[in-house]
């Protein structure tokens, strides 16, 4: 039967439930909110009228209607074409309306019960003008029709929900608008252009998915509207939007090149611009409450473009597949570790490993890059042939004595340090460390760093060169086994100055050096430092200062791993306060005299000295001071001149102002000069030049070193590098430079080398003792100069004798003469400890 027009959508006689939820009728009679999924009946059958067709709780999705191209998904269990009536011409009739009809509630004026809803889908309609007696209807689906034209829905002042969907329709809500029109589904149309929708003012979501709309406008009134799809459609340029509530937007499948016109968009949750022409993410960092972000199918190809997102702590829900930037390395764990956030990435759920993963392949804890570091270098040295080094020489429980100086930029390591080596030039030599960094106008290449090109110091990493590097602000930092090498070759200790980083790789290393922190306690005289220097911009200073913090924290929090901690706000101060720490290593406690103060007197007194033999007649104990002193000095006469009137008075220190070390250290070394003189006891080293056999019981040998040194002498007598030290090449002073060293060129250095041919040479390999023990001419040279007569050798520098070194040096050229000391031998077993001091 069909429905009565007027009263058609009146229904009594059943009991209902309340209409609506939490409606409410406002003063006017207009209906100003509802929840049609509320407006259910609970009656058993759902149905109230004999053209009652659809169960009232049904909903769009599980309609039927097959046939009329509606897709199969909405076509399933339900009727059939022959259980329903379409009118033949699509003009709807009354029996098609009540086929339609469902959900009663009561009109909006509360004094009846009517239907609410009506649902034609797929019925093939073009006419629907006998629907426009219906006006308390609240939701209307029309959708998979043949529509093109709404006017009739200007009856219904009512209207809540539209479905026009798939129709033919090509403008958008030319009709009345009804009061509270909150919902309008329009997508699967013609529609070219938006009118205007501001007397729309209720809308809140509007679909206009798979239209032909080139141009998004009309909307600048729709204060309401909160989800706006407009996939598939034409449009170049995001615009018209400002200021609207959006939080769910959808342009897919549009031709939209760049993110632009969403600034204002505050409340946007979820934004769909897959199927675009993007190539950048900007215009979505401000978006603060974004949790959903597609871009599948775009241009994007920079992973670096997630930084436009990776500060949207909301963001849970992202998908970039089909873009070019897929293809990358290690793409899916870069992406997590930008957006740790990510629940969902690609439509892949994130988890918890994977988030470790990335953490560790691209932020590794500083250990982390360090032991890396450190594995790579060792890695390549170990392709290369072996050497003996000076620096490894002392004996494993004596390591060469080295100073770092550690500190961020601009904490004045390098100027201390060059000021340190050059007031204790017979102790301390500059290890000079390799960068690709340009040089700045006051440095000196070769002095302040060996500046070299990013290639060379990939090379130099290849050739195995590099004990530690380190990579600061797209600079490489590098510190050299020649670097080292060429200062321990002349007997001296080295001082270096690095970052924190180059600390914990060098801590991997056989080194035990000495760490002393350097260090502005404040960060405005460092930050006035750094800009005085003119050379860096305000970023790097920033980065400069936030890494100045994390030494304050990593020194709070590793107690112990600096020897010490130095304020260098007072550049002066600083150094004094070094200076200290080093007289007190060294046991120098009288205070040294100035440069200047010294040349003059220096070369007077010298040859004075020279003159009445009492230059080489100092005591042993005399000479404890210089235990990094330099084995030959080659620089000039009067530089030889002014050390060892250095010597001379550093010398008159008297014992009880030596520390334990010192004291103990200087007894070992007088009682073993006098055993050598006496015959008694040749020094393992001679043993080995001389007869190149190993002593059975070497312990029981102790050359100049100590107790502990026998050990490692042991080991040392087996390498025997020494065996032709002259046939070494020239100390070149430019002997960290490797640039121009092959790796052919390097292997032909190989002391160790030289000394296997030799060893398998004689065919000996033989052990216990030589048969000859008696000395050498050159261990009786040194011997007598460390008994202390005076001697003077062919063209050699008159020197005072050094218990540090091997005095062979005095008698041979001074070319070859640094290669033939062994510093550190005899020299201090090792920086002592050193207290915290500020
Ligand atoms: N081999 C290395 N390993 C690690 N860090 C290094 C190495 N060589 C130099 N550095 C450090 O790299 C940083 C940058 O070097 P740069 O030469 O620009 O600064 P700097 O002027 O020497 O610093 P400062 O004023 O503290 O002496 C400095 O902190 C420096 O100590």
Same mark, same amino acid.
Request: hydrophobic share 35%; proline share 6%.
């Given at each position: 039967?069909?429905?009565?027009?007027?009263?058609?959508?009146?229904?009594?006689? =059943?009991?209902?439930?309340?209409?609506?939820?939490?409606?409410?009728?406002?003063?006017?009679?207009?209906?100003? #909110?509802?929840?049609?999924?509320?407006?259910?009946?609970?009656?058993?059958?759902?149905?109230?009228?004999?053209?009652?067709?659809?169960?009232? $709780? #049904?909903?769009?999705?599980?309609?039927?209607?097959?046939?009329?191209?509606?897709?199969?998904?909405?076509?399933?269990?339900?009727?059939?074409?022959?259980?329903? /009536?379409?009118?033949?011409?699509?003009?709807?009739?009354?029996?098609?309306?009540?086929?339609?009809?469902?959900?009663?509630?009561?009109?909006?004026?509360?004094?009846?019960?009517?239907?609410?809803?009506?649902?034609?889908?797929?019925?093939?309609?073009?006419?629907?003008?006998?629907?426009?007696?219906?006006?308390?209807?609240?939701?209307?689906?029309?959708?998979?029709?043949?529509?093109?034209?709404?006017?009739?829905?200007?009856?219904?002042?009512?209207?809540?929900?539209?479905?026009?969907?798939?129709?033919?329709?090509?403008?958008?809500?030319?009709?009345?608008?009804?009061?509270?029109?909150?919902?309008?589904?329009?997508?699967?149309?013609?529609?070219?252009?938006?009118?205007?929708?501001?007397?729309?003012?209720?809308?809140?979501?509007?679909?206009?998915?798979?239209?032909?709309?080139?141009?998004?406008?009309?909307?600048?009134?729709?204060?309401?509207?909160?989800?706006?799809?407009?996939?598939?459609?034409?449009?170049? /340029?995001?615009?018209?939007? $400002?200021?609207?509530?959006?939080?769910?937007?959808?342009?897919?499948?549009?031709?939209?090149?760049?993110?632009?016109?969403?600034?204002?968009?505050?409340?946007?949750?979820?934004?769909?611009?897959?199927?675009? =022409?993007?190539?950048?993410?900007?215009?979505?960092?401000?978006?603060?409450?974004?949790?959903?972000?597609?871009?599948?199918?775009?241009?994007?190809?920079?992973?670096?473009?997630?930084?436009?997102?990776?500060?949207?702590?909301?963001?849970?829900?992202?998908?970039?597949?089909?873009?070019?930037?897929?293809?990358?390395?290690?793409?899916?764990?870069?992406?997590?570790?930008?957006?740790?956030?990510?629940?969902?990435?690609?439509?892949?759920?994130?988890?918890?490993?994977?988030?470790?993963?990335?953490?560790?392949?691209?932020?590794?804890?500083?250990?982390?890059?360090?032991?890396?570091?450190?594995?790579?270098?060792?890695?390549?040295?170990?392709?290369?042939?072996?050497?003996?080094?000076?620096?490894?020489?002392?004996?494993? *429980?004596?390591?060469?004595?080295?100073?770092?100086?550690?500190?961020?930029?601009?904490?004045?390591? =390098?100027? &201390?340090?060059?000021?340190?080596?050059?007031?204790?030039?017979?102790?301390?030599?500059?290890?000079?460390?390799?960068?690709?960094?340009?040089?700045?106008?006051?440095?000196?290449?070769?002095?302040?760093?060996?500046?070299?090109?990013?290639?060379?110091?990939?090379?130099?990493?290849?050739?195995?060169?590099?004990?530690?590097?380190?990579?600061?602000?797209?600079?490489?930092?590098?510190?050299?086994?020649?670097?080292?090498?060429?200062?321990? #070759?002349?007997?001296?200790?080295?001082?270096?100055?690095?970052?924190?980083?180059?600390?914990?790789?060098?801590?991997?290393?056989?080194? *035990?050096?000495?760490?002393?922190?350097?260090?502005?306690?404040?960060?405005?005289?460092?930050? =006035?430092?750094?800009?005085?220097?003119?050379?860096?911009?305000?970023?790097?200073?920033?980065?400069?200062?936030?890494?100045?913090?994390?030494?304050?924290?990593?020194?709070?929090?590793?107690?112990?791993?600096?020897?010490?901690?130095?304020?260098?706000?007072?550049?002066?101060?600083?150094?004094?306060? &070094? #200076?200290?720490?080093?007289?007190?290593?060294?046991?120098?406690?009288?205070?040294?005299?100035?440069?200047?103060?010294?040349?003059?007197?220096?070369?007077?007194?010298?040859?004075?000295? *020279?003159?009445?033999?009492?230059?080489?007649?100092?005591?042993?104990?005399?000479?404890?001071?210089?235990?990094?002193?330099?084995?030959?000095?080659?620089?000039?006469?009067?530089?030889?001149?002014?050390?060892?009137?250095?010597?001379?008075?550093?010398?008159?220190?008297?014992?009880? $102002?030596?520390?334990?070390?010192?004291?103990?250290?200087?007894?070992?070394?007088?009682?073993?000069?006098?055993? &050598?003189?006496?015959?008694?006891?040749p020094?393992i080293?001679d043993q080995i030049r001389s007869a190149r056999t190993v002593p059975q019981d070497v312990?029981?040998q102790?050359?100049?070193?100590?107790?502990?040194?026998?050990?490692?002498?042991?080991?040392?007598s087996y390498?025997a590098?020494?065996a032709?030290? $002259?046939?070494?090449?020239?100390?070149?002073?430019?002997?960290?430079?490797?640039?121009?060293?092959?790796?052919?060129?390097?292997?032909?250095?190989?002391?160790?080398?030289?000394v296997?041919?030799e060893q398998?040479?004689d065919g000996s390999g033989s052990e216990g003792y030589p048969e000859n023990l008696?000395?050498?001419?050159?261990?009786?040279?040194?011997?007598?100069?460390?008994?202390?007569?005076?001697?003077?050798?062919?063209?050699?520098?008159?020197?005072?004798?050094?218990?540090?070194?091997?005095?062979?040096?005095?008698?041979?050229?001074?070319?070859?003469?640094?290669?033939?000391?062994?510093?550190?031998?005899?020299?201090?077993?090792?920086?002592?400890?050193?207290?915290?001091?500020?």
């Amino acid at each position: 039967m069909a429905a009565d027009p007027d009263q058609s959508q009146l229904v009594s006689g =059943k009991p209902m439930t309340p209409p609506y939820g939490d409606e409410s009728v406002d003063m006017n009679g207009e209906l100003v #909110r509802t929840d049609t999924n509320i407006l259910k009946l609970d009656g058993d059958d759902g149905s109230f009228s004999e053209g009652s067709c659809f169960s009232s $709780d #049904r909903t769009i999705n599980e309609m039927e209607f097959e046939g009329q191209g509606a897709p199969a998904s909405q076509t399933q269990g339900l009727r059939t074409d022959s259980e329903r /009536k379409i009118p033949e011409d699509g003009v709807l009739d009354e029996v098609t309306i009540a086929q339609g009809l469902s959900n009663i509630g009561k009109s909006a004026d509360g004094t009846r019960h009517v239907y609410l809803h009506i649902t034609l889908p797929g019925f093939g309609l073009t006419d629907f003008s006998a629907l426009g007696k219906y006006i308390h209807l609240q939701k209307v689906e029309l959708l998979y029709n043949k529509l093109t034209d709404l006017s009739v829905l200007g009856n219904m002042p009512y209207l809540l929900e539209l479905d026009a969907s798939h129709n033919e329709l090509t403008t958008l809500l030319d009709f009345s608008p009804p009061y509270n029109l909150k919902m309008v589904d329009m997508s699967f149309n013609l529609i070219t252009t938006l009118p205007d929708l501001s007397m729309h003012h209720y809308l809140q979501t509007l679909l206009l998915d798979n239209n032909q709309i080139t141009e998004i406008r009309g909307l600048e009134k729709c204060h309401r509207l909160n989800v706006l799809s407009l996939g598939h459609n034409q449009i170049e /340029k995001i615009e018209g939007l $400002d200021n609207l509530p959006i939080k769910d937007l959808n342009i897919k499948n549009n031709k939209i090149s760049k993110i632009e016109g969403l600034e204002t968009l505050k409340y946007l949750q979820s934004i769909d611009l897959s199927a675009n =022409k993007l190539r950048s993410m900007t215009g979505l960092e401000k978006h603060d409450f974004l949790d959903t972000v597609n871009l599948e199918d775009n241009e994007l190809i920079d992973i670096s473009e997630v930084e436009h997102v990776e500060g949207l702590g909301l963001l849970r829900h992202l998908n970039l597949q089909r873009n070019p930037m897929r293809e990358l390395p290690d793409y899916r764990l870069s992406i997590i570790f930008h957006i740790p956030q990510l629940a969902e990435l690609d439509h892949k759920h994130v988890n918890t490993e994977e988030k470790v993963s990335a953490q560790t392949l691209f932020n590794p804890p500083m250990e982390v890059l360090a032991a890396r570091d450190h594995v790579m270098n060792v890695v390549y040295s170990f392709l290369q042939p072996n050497r003996i080094l000076d620096s490894t020489l002392p004996s494993i *429980e004596t390591p060469y004595p080295m100073l770092v100086l550690v500190g961020p930029r601009g904490s004045g390591k =390098k100027e &201390l340090a060059l000021k340190l080596v050059e007031e204790f030039p017979d102790y301390f030599g500059y290890g000079t460390s390799h960068t690709t960094r340009k040089p700045n106008p006051e440095e000196m290449p070769g002095r302040d760093y060996t500046f070299i090109s990013m290639e060379e110091f990939e090379h130099g990493i290849k050739l195995g060169k590099f004990l530690q590097t380190f990579s600061y602000q797209g600079d490489m930092y590098g510190l050299t086994i020649d670097a080292v090498e060429s200062v321990a #070759r002349e007997g001296l200790a080295c001082v270096v100055h690095m970052e924190l980083e180059g600390v914990l790789t060098l801590k991997n290393t056989y080194f *035990e050096p000495r760490y002393v922190m350097l260090m502005p306690l404040s960060s405005r005289t460092h930050e =006035k430092r750094l800009r005085e220097r003119c050379l860096y911009p305000d970023a790097q200073i920033e980065y400069v200062l936030e890494r100045a913090s994390m030494y304050a924290i990593y020194n709070r929090e590793h107690p112990g791993f600096f020897d010490m901690f130095i304020n260098s706000d007072d550049l002066t101060e600083s150094y004094r306060k &070094l #200076r200290k720490l080093v007289m007190d290593y060294l046991g120098i406690n009288a205070p040294t005299p100035s440069i200047s103060d010294l040349e003059q007197s220096a070369s007077e007194l010298t040859i004075e000295k *020279e003159m009445t033999g009492e230059l080489n007649t100092a005591p042993p104990s005399a000479h404890l001071t210089r235990t990094w002193s330099k084995t030959v000095i080659n620089d000039s006469f009067s530089q030889a001149l002014l050390n060892t009137k250095m010597k001379s008075q550093m010398s008159q220190t008297p014992d009880t $102002d030596r520390g334990i070390v010192e004291a103990e250290s200087l007894k070992r070394r007088h009682t073993t000069a006098h055993e &050598l003189v006496s015959g008694r006891l040749p020094s393992i080293y001679d043993q080995i030049r001389s007869a190149r056999t190993v002593p059975q019981d070497v312990n029981s040998q102790m050359g100049l070193g100590d107790q502990m040194g026998a050990k490692h002498n042991k080991t040392r007598s087996y390498s025997a590098p020494f065996a032709n030290p $002259d046939a070494l090449p020239p100390n070149s002073p430019d002997s960290s430079d490797f640039r121009s060293v092959s790796p052919s060129t390097l292997s032909n250095i190989s002391e160790a080398q030289d000394v296997e041919q030799e060893q398998d040479g004689d065919g000996s390999g033989s052990e216990g003792y030589p048969e000859n023990l008696a000395l050498p001419a050159e261990a009786l040279d040194r011997i007598t100069l460390f008994s202390g007569s005076p001697t003077k050798t062919n063209g050699s520098v008159p020197l005072a004798p050094r218990p540090g070194s091997n005095n062979r040096a005095v008698s041979r050229s001074p070319e070859y003469s640094n290669r033939s000391s062994r510093p550190g031998s005899e020299r201090h077993m090792v920086l002592p400890p050193i207290a915290q001091c500020s």
